[in-house]
């Protein structure tokens, strides 16, 4: 090996060392028809060495398409496949005069360059013969300082291995010298390229020929690698092929922090006991930062008959080396880390992965995956095992189901691979349909449009994008204009640059400069020509008859509103009238709790809404809606313009529907009243804020005293309700008040609203985040919702009342029980003893047994219900909520106390509904264990923890689930039942169905 230093750079070549380093003119040379495309084969089961299908395949690919274009070109090799002798001899196939190879980190420059010196496997493959000379490979790892340095050090080398904070290091003169001798350059992991440094390098090198190598060409931060994809070998074709051994997964079941990475480690070691029987396996566990691979670490090194090194960014390079280096050299059974060792780190013997820390990334877990189930030539290796918490609430929907029990790894791991990627090749196609665009340097995929868009009708059914200039205002102002057009799409982009005059003075020399973007495309199937503009002086009237003829008519006025059209719960944030006086026209903008005098006047004869603009849900999702009945409809979010043009899609279609009626969309939105005083109506419950229910419940502590209690085991309830006019409630957890509250309202300079903690004088605190504040601060921002008997709310001082007619709950529908024996006003059946008189031991009894898989007892504060019972069939799964209540008078009554606090319950379901499934499934298993007075039980009257856990796992392979709701109270009978207790029964029958779509049933006496 001959090895010299050029500026402080190593420079190799596998060659006589006494012998000087041959001219780079002659390697090249020298590689002319001396390098050959072997393919592996197998035949008779006798096997001959070759290139994979997949390197064959992307060598083929970059030939073909160098062959006919320089054009930035990307090639998907799964981890393990062989990108780098993919490298290897593109570079002797093409004779590449110069070639730079980027990658991401130093490790892997130095492993990459031993690759490049040596030429991988492929002399023992048969792809070159003794007739190529090896190349001359530079290690550029010090900065260069002088021109003349740059030259030398290129001059000597074929091959040049770099990252790219080196290279972002060398000043300009360095660089130019770079910039003139390279002719190709590689990328190595290219999902890093589009990092600001990368990007920079790149575009310098843009007249060069440029191939990317990347396992995951996608990026879940939403940045797209670009480059024509030319070549993409699925990650379940290789694992079809053997290039992947196969993965067996053990899920951990543990709630309890303290004790999930002992579990974890627990099942690692049991793993790798049983792998070194037969195999050198080697065990990697991941932690997500230095100070839990260091606490991960202790609790490996407690299994003595294994040797465990732990190595993260806190130790020295020399230290980091020496534990690689002993890792290679088989003397480490466990390493603990936190960066995975590194990209590119090749180590056959990681077989057995132990995640203290899900990666919650989906390149970085392919990559994790492909790392430990690439097999290596002429040597069995066992399979790999993979060892991780289901648990994880911060798991993202993608690797919900990739985490969870029983998951197939080796089904699931090459679909979600196919899935993204596909996703991305659809967008590449839409972004690469724009070819005008990259020639002028701008990154099409990266323009984020805000939602918003005007519509015409095109009536003559086609269109002339290339005529878009006679339509433009103005024109004489317009200094540049860059255009590009989506033909397939029909989709019309172009940017103006304008130089506009400051309106401050005359001064000519003095201008700004303004650039706009305009969006133009044209929906065949429903006729519509959508104009979208960050130019919001214009409806762009002029613009779209250039394009589609002087007969494209702008869609306005009342119509418009049938964007709202399928937004439920929507609450209007801004109403403009346009009132008609005589000839004149005044416009009147209402926001707030003015909204609701708004709406009032807009129903006069000579007012119409002008613009509304709200917030709700669509198909599951928080939406915002704007319109205004000139012509513009819009949403606050911002997205590519691929979602640009589905939403426009998807708006213009309902304005458009004859079948939906205007007049009756915004009869019955949500309008909120400001208020002084505390509505004089019985409360029936008090609730979290909705913005609570919208996050993980272990996302909230609260402590007291110095002790913590979670949000899963805490509630606030109602203290002495009654029609009064005031709020007092107590914060319980465990079964413990500890905290009591009062809402407060007044009137200064205008209403407003606190809460009050009344007892004890020590402060309850909320941690949510990194923020730690008093519940009453916190209450203040995220207000908890106080329900009334009529179904009217009141958040804070804002009062909300229905704009309903409730027709009272039908008698037919209760269903009356024999309750002989129990006490009916006994309601809880307590921990032990038992009581088993009580309507909950009655209840649980009787659903063991019925068809049931689980009954479980949620009693106490943070329940879902007082019992839950679940039932697996076919096609779903049945979940059950029942929410029980003694009857005060100890009979069957016609008292509608009886119902208030059961019924109030019941409309707290509805959260529910809109969480993960998932989460209903966690909340119960974080609290198996029910506690009271010291004495504990398990909830599980029925079923175990294991078939809780296997229909957690159902449900997050996206198996459906069904809630029902039930409201059990002996104390109301349909022979005495009132209109009162049906009307209540009526309201929360329409907040169960109006809210969520769940069917309430009432359970009385005979």
Known sequence: MKIEKIAGNFVKQDIDPHTPFQPTNLVTSSWADNCFIIREASKNGIKKDGLRNPQVGAIYAALSHW?????????????????????????????????????????????????????????????INDNVIYPVVGIFSKKISTEQEAKSFVDKCNVIVATASILNKCNPEVF?????????????????SEALTWFKIRDKFSDKVILQFTATPFRNDSKRIDGKHIFNFPLKKAQEEGYYKEIKFKPVYVYDDALRDEKIAEL????????????????????????????????????????????????????????????LKGEIDIIVCVDMLGEGFDYPYLKIAAFHDIRKSLPVTLQFAGRFTRTKRDEELGNATFIASVLDADVKEELGQLYAEDTDWNYLLPRFSEQKTQEEINKKRFFDSFKAFKDKKIPIADIKPALSTVIFDN????????NFRKGLEDKDSITEIYEDLNTQDKVLVFITERKTYIDWGNIKDIGNTTWDLYVVYWDTKTNLLFIHSSDKSSHHQKLAKAIAGENARLLTGQDLFKCF???????????GLAEHLGKLIRFIMRVGTDIEQALTDADKDNAEKSVIFGAGYEAGKEVTMGCSYKGRIWSKR??????????????????????????????RTLIPKSVDSIPKKYPVTIDWNDDVYRKYETRFTFTINGINYELYNSELQLVNPDDSGNIRFNFISKGLVLAEFELVLFKKDYEDFKFIQRTPTQKLHITHGKKTETVEEFFYRSTPKIWFVDGSSLEGNKYVKLKENTTPYSVDKIIAWDWSGVNLRAEAQDVYPKITDSIQYFCVQKFIAEDYDIVYDDDYSGEIADVVTIKENSNEIIMELY??????????????????????????????KHKEPKELFDHMLRRLTKTYKGNTCSRLEKGSEEELIKLLTKVKKSFPLELKVYIVQPGISPRLVTQEQLTLLAVTENHLMKQANIPLTVIGSK
């Open 176 to 192: 130019t010298v770079f910039k003139e001798h390279f002719s190709h350059i590689f990328i190595d992991e290219a999902h890093h």
């Open 67 to 127: 062959a006919c274009s320089s054009e930035l070109a990307t090639v998907v090799m799964p981890t393990g496949t062989g990108k780098t002798e993919t490298m290897l001899t593109l570079l002797l196939l093409q004779q590449c005069e110069k070639l730079l190879v980027i990658v991401p980190t130093d490790p892997l420059r130095e492993q990459i360059a031993e690759k490049f010196v040596s030429l991988g496997i492929l002399k023992s493959l048969g792809i």
């Open 268 to 327: 690692a070691i049991e793993q790798l006991r049983e792998d070194k029987k037969s195999f050198k396996h080697v065990l990697m566990a991941r932690a997500e930062n230095k100070n839990k691979a260091e606490k991960v670490h202790a609790i490996y090194q407690r299994y003595t008959e294994f040797t465990s090194a732990c190595i993260h960014s806190g130790l020295s390079a020399t230290e980091k080396k020496s534990i690689k280096a002993k890792l």
């Open 883 to 912: 929410h029980l209540k003694f009857a005060k008078n100890g009979k069957p009554a016609g008292d509608i106390k009886d119902l208030y606090e059961v019924c109030g319950q019941a409309q707290k379901s509805y959260h529910w």
């Open 565 to 575: 059209y399928g937004i439920d719960r929507l609450k209007l944030q801004n109403v």
């Open 638 to 667: 911002t997205n590519d313009l691929e979602s640009l043009i589905t939403w426009s899609s998807d708006v213009g279609r309902k304005v458009i529907d004859k079948s939906i009626s205007v007049e009756n969309l915004l009869k």
């Open 459 to 466: 009536y003559s059914q086609k269109w002339n994008p290339s």
